[in-house]
């Protein structure tokens, strides 16, 4: 804690008040932390790709043939859209953080959340030759009071996860259970699994159990950061159960019912 203390005086100059603050430093202190973190993992993370593009584009212009050519255009343009998918993760971060984000919601039906999501992915499943299941408990024509968007991104984060984290031809099962009061969306695979110690951790900004591998399959290490802040500005929650080796199984709920959803409705506005 650190008091500060000053003292208000009459004409006269004597003391005739005192005032006295008191910060609470380790929570300013951790903050400033956190702060600083995120400007090294931001600068280390774009760092990697400018290298790779200058040096590559100084080699493409000595580049001694077509194949040369076609190699080194070819890794500068994985690198600056490896960049561009950092930068947009990043404004839609900030924009979520912003403290009076309240994009706008709409009672969406499930199914159509299910559909888009699905069709965003589908091209992934494809080229590791996995399968991407769906599993409904509900009639389909059940809505959600949502960001249709927002949603949907955050459940591609999700599937996209699983499959990145799995063995070619692998399932990953994208599940929805509703009922009066909650929608529970969820996303099963059986793949390396998520150690104990790390489970909480992964939610964080740039948070990766294994970063080489996450970089090299192009992640950013901020997607499930993305789907924290997603579902908080929903009033929902997301947890993970994981077991290494086995799978892991990440669970989404949005609440349906309750005075939350009238505030949601009347506050929400652009985003
Ligand atoms: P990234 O872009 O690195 O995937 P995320 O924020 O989406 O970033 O995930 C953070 C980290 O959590 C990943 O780097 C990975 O180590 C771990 N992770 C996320 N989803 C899964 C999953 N389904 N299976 C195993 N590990 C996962």
Redesign the pocket.
């Known amino acids: 804690l650190r008091f500060l203390c000053s003292a208000l005086t009459t004409d006269s100059g004597q003391v005739n008040s005192l005032v006295v603050s008191i910060q609470d430093m380790t929570e300013l202190t951790r903050l400033e932390q956190i702060r600083k973190d995120f400007v090294a993992n931001v600068s280390h993370e774009l760092k990697t790709p400018i290298t790779s593009i200058t040096g590559f584009s100084e080699a493409l212009l000595q580049a001694k043939n077509d194949q040369e050519y076609q190699r080194f255009t070819q890794i500068i343009h994985r690198q600056a859209a490896g960049m561009q998918r950092i930068v947009d993760d990043l404004l839609l971060l900030s924009s979520l953080e912003q403290t009076n984000a309240h994009p706008t919601m709409a009672w969406t039906r499930i199914e159509q959340i299910l559909e888009e999501t699905v069709q965003s992915c589908k091209y992934r499943f494809e080229e590791k030759q996995s399968t991407l299941s769906l599993v409904v408990d509900n009639p389909s024509e059940y809505e959600v009071l949502c960001n249709g968007m927002l949603l949907t991104q955050a459940l591609t984060?999700?599937v996209i996860?699983?499959l990145?984290?799995?063995a070619e031809r692998s399932v990953v099962v994208l599940g929805c259970h509703v009922d009066d009061e909650t929608a529970t969306f969820t996303v099963k695979?059986e793949?390396?699994?998520?150690p104990k110690e790390?489970q909480e951790r992964?939610?964080e900004r740039f948070?990766?159990?294994?970063?080489a591998?996450?970089?090299s399959?192009g992640?950013?290490?901020?997607?499930?950061?993305i789907v924290k802040h997603i579902t908080a500005v929903h009033h929902g929650s997301v947890a993970v159960q994981?077991e290494v080796g086995k799978?892991?199984l990440?669970i989404l709920k949005l609440p349906r019912s309750g005075s939350i959803l009238q505030e949601l409705e009347e506050r929400s506005d652009s985003l």
Do not use: E, K
């Open positions: 984060n999700l996860n699983a990145t984290y799995s695979d793949g390396i699994g998520i790390d992964i939610f948070y990766r159990v294994d970063a591998r996450s970089r399959q992640g950013t290490g901020l997607g499930l950061s994981s799978g892991s990440f």
